[in-house]
Each structure stands twice: as structure tokens, then as C-alpha cells.
């Protein structure tokens, strides 16, 4: 059996994670190994309509995009979504807490009408199409997406952390961003990142999404323990995972 | 015989973002050619209003994942004009330095990954790796050290956590900045390596010159990336930056989810060539003497040099970053909280030459530190209008040429801007 051909798709974000697998640097030979790139518009010229693995970074903010996604979906064994854009639908979901003609207005001003520039409420990619495995973050990790791919090449799940980044940060004995008087979001944020922002000189903003079952009484806790309100973490949380004016 | 041209490109490769080429020509006579920008926008401008001015940063480092260090630091410099707040020197010096290493990354990223194959006759760096594998090993080695030096300043490579209105969250050691020093003494032979590769393709890149006007930040002195006003070649008024807006006169046009911009003529130029153009003499002695040994000029006005000036900015950023190191531990690095940032209402604009040329964000806030409207011109939405008046001027002269050369010409000029498309949707 040859390898799995691997197809990379682009929608609305910033290529960020793409630029991940560029930083991969001669890594990314050894990946070769057990996959084969068909189609990567970012750094190959090469172009086809077969693959068994499809990567789907950014996300979906168009009707005519939606029908694209859907067409890549028609014909990927395996499609990825590949970091916050897509699995959360990122800092992108900030524009549905207004309307669209709205944000237009607001961008392009008296041309705010003509057609092309039309837009729709940000989704992330499982809410337009079946996602079999997600790289969270963002961007998104270069270790992460290595594990997954080689995963997937070799026919097995990978395994998605599901503990918060409070617990990397101990362990990376970083000092609490709470203690310098800020607001984390690492206490319902899912982990596996291993904490680079509260680690930095940042507190963490959430890009991950939120674990599957967040501890809210000990989140609760944390508040009064600081002197901080929920409506505050709840502001910040807003900048990856915004609810408001959910599709 | 009939001949018609009829080339439709959707979608560039080897480009950041989604761009067509479009031509339609019959028995030599051009009858379309258009630069497209398809890319979705994902209305920067919109989505920052409300947010906390301790947040901005966060969120539009997000526009482009190539250039996050310009955007975090030209937001943040907006933030600190509208606070007024002014840093330390420190501070100043630690951005500076942090900001070649983007300079550095980005240009070898695109020299070395982008632009090389079209040199030799490839689809991309893969198969360079076994036919050229020195150079190859030489570009890999530049572009690393641009991402751990990012890493080092920004605590992270893309989308950095460590700047902060006022100062840093967190500082390098002293003992970091040396070993930088002695890896950025290091890489000299490297850039060298793929200077001289460049020097010896560089005949390949069509000979298309088409005068224009040239923007970018000026600085008395400095070959600057991060101070100065907005200068230009077509004048020799220099602007400050909250004058912008009389700059960029961004339009929108039918054929671009980005914007456009003009100034003094139907278009102008950002990037790399243009910052050579105004700011060449001075330049480090390596980087001059590299500029000379490739033979680019300031009198140079054809876009597939600005390949070879990001060449030359590689080893300008290298040379300048020895020198701000070897300030900063000469001081010793002060483990200083950031300035203390008291919210007001007010507006605030800060530039930033990215990569890819003059960036400009201006936010205004609301009593509480909340932003109350933006305003964000990113250097290819200043270089999209002049793309289409390159195509316009190359093609009647390339018109004898086969398609397939013909659109290899068109898809390399593109490049030749090293163009982030989606980031000037935004």
C-alpha cells in the first residue's frame, strides 16, 4: 500500500499554522516518509483532486466556501482541522457579536453593498462538515500536528489532551498569572500546548477551546480567591471561543 | 492565424492568501489582464470594537501569521501613543532587536522557499533539498535562527506573548543574548552562501523596470524598521504617522476583497526595494557591500529585485542586531515590570515596516480602555493596485512569449511582492 496523500486547504485566517509545518524545518522530510503531499498552495505549485487525508485550516465565513469545504469533504477518506480558525472558529467568531451589515459597513464603508465583499456569521469547520481530528491551538503546535499526522498515517486515533493548562504550568513550575494580578483562562482551557504563554509573560487567552468537562467550582474558587469576576474571565474568553450570535 | 493568450490562474502557489491571475489577449492585443484578491475578509476593523485595550494585541496579531511580531508591535505602539505611555529604552532597543529577527524569518522564508524554485525550474524547495543541498542546509539554518531569536524576544515564533503595552511580560537573560550574539556571528557565512546563489540566478529575473513611487518609514541615519516618519521618492516631505490616512487613500475596487491605495500617482510601491530606495546609504558595511556584489541599485525600478533586497535587509538585520546586543549587555538588562498603563479615552496611531513593507494600525478608546473604532492599512494593500499596474506594463512586451512562459512571468512578479494576502483582506 503506498502512503496516504495528504492535501492542505486554506479558508479565512491568517496561514499562521500552515507557517508551523514550514517551521518544522528538515522535520518535515521525515514526515514525507509516511505521507505524500498532492496539494499545499502555501509552498508547492503542484495541484489535484485526490487525496486520502485533507487538512483544513482557517475558517468558514462564506456560503460559497461552505460548498467548497463540503466538496473537499466529498472527497477525503480523513479531513483535519488544523488549529483555532478551524476547530473553534478563533478570534474570527468576534465579528458575530455584530451583524454583517454591520461589520461591512464598518470595513468598507459606502462600498460596504457590492457583491463580492458579501459575508456570512464565522463557523468552525465541524459545525459545516464531519471533522475526524483536530490540532487545537493557536497556532497550532508543530509537535501536535507531527503526532497526529503520523497517527493517522498509521491508521490509529490520536489522543486529544483533556486537562487544563493550569496543569502545564505547574509543571513547568511557571509562577500563576493570577499572582501578577491578570486574568488566566488556563483553568478551563484545554492543555497539551505545554503553557508557552503563561510561560512568556502571558496570561493564557483560551485558543485551545475549553476540556470537555471544565471544573467551573474550582474556576469559581480562583475568582475569590483574587478578587476577580467570572463576567471578567468571561470577556477574555470571548476573544476564541465567542458564543454570541452562534450559527 | 488567430493567436489567443487566455491564462487563468486561480489561485497562486508559493503565496501567502488567495490570488488569481487573469489574462484574455487575441493576436497580441491585451483585452484583460487582471490582479485578483478572492481572499475572505475576516473584518479586522469590526471585530476589535469593545475589546479591552490590554486584548488588542491578541487579537490582531491574528491578521497574519507571517508578520504577527509587526502587527503585535504596531498595535502596540498605537495603544502606547493613544495611553501615553513611553517606554524605556530598553524596551525600545529589546523590539527593535526582536523585530529583525521577523525581518530575517520572513525574508529567508521567501527567498529560500517561495522564490528559489521559479529559479530553478522546480515546483518547490523539496526537490532542492537533494539537488542543492548546501544552499538548501544554509537557508534552513537562517531561517531557524530568525524563528529561535523570534522565540527568545517574543516568547514564542508566531504570534508572540512576551510584548506588552509598556514594556515586556517577560525579559531575555543576559546570558541568552550572548549566545544569540554568537549564533547571529555565526550565520554570517550562511547568508553569504545564499547571497551568492542569488547573485548567480539572479540573471534569471526578467529585466521589467517600471518607475513608481516608493513609501517607506524614514529615520535620519538608520536604516529603520521600527522609528521614523513616512517618506517617499516622489517627495521630499516626510509625514508623521498620524497623517496616514493622507497617504494610503485606501479605495475599494470590483476586482479585491482588499483594499487599495494611491498617493501621489495611481499607485506605489511598499517593501523591501522601496526601504532600500530611501534608506540605502545606511546600511551596515556587509549588507552594502552585499547590495553592490548583487547589483542592486537605488536607482533600481524593476519589482523582481526586491527578491535580491531581501537578501540584502538579512544581513542588515544580522549586523544591526550584533550591535543593539552588544548596547544591551554592555548595560546589563534591567528585569523591569512593564510602565504602568492608566486607561483614557483618546486615538493612537503606530507604523511598523513589516516584511513585506509600511504597516499602519490607529485605534481609538473609549474612557475605560475600550476600543471604540480601528483603522488597520496593511503593505500589500499598498501594493495591490501597483501588481496590477506591473501586469499592465509587462504584458504588451512579453506578448511574443508562449503561455506557459507568460503566466511563469506574471505568478513570479506576484511573488516578486512577496505578498500576504490574506493579512491585507484582513
New interface residues.
Partial sequence: MGKPRLAIFDFACCEGCQLQIVNMEEEILDLLTVVQPVEWREAISDHSEEYDIALIEGSITRPEDEKRLQEIRGRAGILVALGACATTGGVNKLKNSFGMDDVKACVYGAAAGMPHLATAPTKAVHEVVKVDAKVHGCPMSRREFSYVIKCLASGTTPVTPNYPVCVECKMRETICRYEYNEVCLGVITRGGCNAPCPAGGLWCFGCRGLVDDPNVDAAHDIMDKYGRTVEELKGRMRLFNNLEGRP | MTRAISIDVH?V??????GNIVVDAVNGQVEKVEWQV?E????F????????WQ?IQ??VS?????C?FAHALASIKAVESAMGIEVSEQTDRLRVLAFGGEQMESHV?HVG??VA?DLLGV????PL?SSHPEVVAAV?RA??LG?EWMELL?????????F?PGG???LPKDSELRQLKERLQKIVPDLSLIAETVGALAGKLPAFERPTEYVALVEPGVYTFYHGLIGSTDTTQRLPLNRFEQVVNE??V?QS?A?WARWHRDSYAVGALARFKLNHSYLHPLAARTATSLGLTPSCCNPYMNSVAQVVEAVEVVEAAIEQIDVLLTEGIRQEAPRRVHPKAGTGVGAIEAPRGTLFHKYTFDDNGLCTGANLCIPTNQNHANIQKDFEALLPTVMDRDEAQIRLLLEMLVRAYDPCV??STH
Fill in positions: 489561485h502557489t508559493r503565496i501567502e492568501g488567495h478572492p475572505a475578509p475576516r473584518f476593523e469590526a471585530m476589535v470594537r469593545g475589546r479591552s486584548d491578541t487579537i491574528r491578521i497574519c501569521g507571517i504577527s522564508l522557499y517561495l524554485p515546483n518547490s524547495v523539496i533539498a534552513i531561517h531557524r524563528n517574543g516568547g514564542r515564533r508566531t504570534h508572540p506573548v512576551s506588552r515586556f511580560g517577560k479605495y475599494v470590483r476583497t483594499k490574506s493579512c
